[in-house]
């Protein structure tokens, strides 16, 4: 597999420092526009939503003291 390097800057600001438009935001909301890239990013690769589901497998054994 060939890799291609480029030069990439990235930018990291804090929400202070953003627009109005995120400041105005809760955090359900920028959760809820940041769950939108990521379906996009997988549908875009062509691969199924990974979504996180309920592990109803899972037990607890107690054991009585003797």
Known sequence: MKV???NIQIRKTSLK???DDL????A???WAM???LA???WA???EPVAEPKLQRHIIRVYQ???
């Open 4 to 6: 291609l390097e480029r």
């Open 17 to 19: 420092e953003e627009t």
């Open 23 to 26: 400041k105005n935001t809760t």
């Open 28 to 30: 359900a909301e920028r």
């Open 34 to 36: 940041m769950w939108q």
């Open 39 to 41: 379906l996009d990013a």
């Open 44 to 46: 875009f690769k062509g």
């Open 64 to 66: 009585r003291e003797s």
